[in-house]
């Protein structure tokens, strides 16, 4: 679950981490009211669950409570990488001389979670990542030391910060490290931790994403949630009951088992096919489960065709089968449906199947090339 920067902001805050007084606001008249509590000059930054907003537009800075107004009436409505701005954060502009990155996330080759640090920060970093890769130290974590004080000062020294910032980062980074740890992240993330003029810290923007499988054990985070902006077919996948994962292309794939529907992503594409989305339905899944698998999947207007594939272990052939005659009767299915279906009561559900418009096939391999080959056509 991805949360928004004032969120993380107030988590970070509680864990000791200085960052800019600041409010969100809803309309320009709230902004301005905002800016002219904190005085002075101030920044008004889009709350949206993407990064880069600062390239965009999405990020003003203003030097009175009327510019506020003003920077806000242009970031409110706008759309940022498909999200449309609600709420906008104003904060005390900080006067930045540097920007460093502090960010820790899970390092799943090396089976541990990793903290890096850079003296270039304030951009994208997965752009420093490509294309500079040594601007970045790292340091990975032992799960059961978590983060040493020697990996703190190697980190400083590794991504050469000046004097000022070497001493000031320890406490940003055990906190940073500490909700990481407490809220079960899969991102933590202050980027710009700005050092001002000055010469203090302060964390300037923060990311957390939260793991989604640990949310029931942190329900003072609901509220959060709720705010979330899923994608709308994702969100209605789910109150339907099914693991649905969108994704970007036209072919829409329907399996049992999580194993399976990921292998025939794998199976389609290396076809030359490209997937729609990932639809586990379930072991033992009956037939009222296809019909809504096969709804949801057209909910995805790129979706041109889909393939099916089936192994049936504890899922019963003919049941699928069923499901499958019953969704093509209610339904006006305009696209074509390949189906691979295997195993238990196999035989039946494909005799079930002759004479209707559904393509059979033997094989994963022979299904993804039959749908990726009817798509074209
Ligand atoms: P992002 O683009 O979504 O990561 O948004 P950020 O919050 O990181 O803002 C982008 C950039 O705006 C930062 O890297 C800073 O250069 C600038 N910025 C953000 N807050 C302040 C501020 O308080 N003062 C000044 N001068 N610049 C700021
Ligand atoms: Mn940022």
Request: net charge negative.
């Given at each position: 679950m991805k949360i928004h920067e004032y969120q993380a902001k107030e988590i970070l805050a509680k864990y000791g981490v200085p960052i800019p007084q600041g409010k969100v606001a809803r309309t320009p008249e709230e902004a301005e009211k905002v800016a002219a509590e904190i005085g002075g000059k101030v920044v008004v930054k889009a709350q949206v669950h993407t990064g880069g907003r600062g390239k965009a537009g999405g990020v003003k800075v203003a030097n009175s409570a009327a510019e506020a107004k003003a920077a806000a009436e242009q970031i409110l409505g706008m759309d940022i990488k498909g999200f449309?701005?609600?709420?906008?954060?104003?904060?005390?502009?900080?006067?930045?001389?540097?920007?460093?990155?502090?960010?820790?996330?899970?390092?799943?080759?090396?089976?541990?979670?990793?903290?890096?640090?850079?003296?270039?920060?304030?951009?994208?970093?997965?752009?420093?990542?490509?294309?500079?890769?040594?601007?970045?130290?790292?340091e990975h974590l032992d799960p059961l030391l978590g983060l040493q004080d020697y990996q703190i000062r190697s980190l400083a020294w590794g991504a050469k910060l000046p004097k000022a910032a070497i001493k000031g980062i320890?406490?940003?980074?055990?906190a940073l490290h500490k909700v990481y740890s407490e809220y079960d992240?899969?991102?933590?993330?202050?980027?710009?931790l700005a050092l001002t003029e000055e010469g203090t810290l302060i964390a300037a923007d923060a990311k957390i994403d939260i793991d989604d499988n640990a949310l029931?054990?942190?329900?003072?985070?609901?509220?959060?949630?709720?705010?979330?902006?899923?994608?709308?077919?994702?969100?209605?996948?789910?109150?339907?009951?099914?693991?649905y994962v969108r994704l970007e292309g036209d072919i829409g794939i329907i399996g049992i088992g999580a194993g399976l529907v990921m292998t025939t992503l794998d199976v389609v594409q290396r076809e030359g096919g490209s997937p729609a989305n990932f639809l586990d339905i379930g072991g033992g899944a009956k037939a009222e489960v296809v019909t809504t698998a096969i709804d949801t999947v057209l909910l995805d207007k790129n979706v041109k065709g889909i393939f099916f594939n089936i192994f049936g272990g504890i899922t019963r052939g003919d049941e699928v089968a069923k499901g499958m005659l019953e969704a093509i009767e209610k339904m006006d299915i305009k696209v074509p449906i390949v189906v691979r279906?295997?195993?238990?009561?196999?035989?039946?559900?494909?005799?079930?199947?002759?004479?209707?418009?559904?393509?059979?096939?033997?094989?994963m391999q022979e299904g993804a090339q039959k749908i990726v080959a009817a798509i074209a056509a």
């Open positions: 449309t701005v609600e709420t906008v954060l104003v904060e005390q502009a900080a006067n930045i001389k540097e920007e460093y990155y502090l960010g820790i996330t899970t390092d799943r080759a090396a089976r541990r979670n990793i903290v890096m640090v850079s003296a270039a920060g304030g951009m994208e970093i997965e752009e420093v990542a490509d294309k500079t890769p040594e601007l970045i130290a790292r320890g406490p940003f980074l055990k992240c899969t991102l933590a993330e202050i980027n710009p029931f054990r942190h329900p003072e985070l609901a509220e959060f949630r709720e705010a979330q902006e899923d994608d709308p077919i994702e969100a209605e996948a789910h109150k339907r009951g099914l693991t279906l295997t195993g238990t009561r196999a035989k039946e559900g494909l005799e079930l199947l002759e004479g209707s418009k559904l393509i059979p096939a033997a094989t």
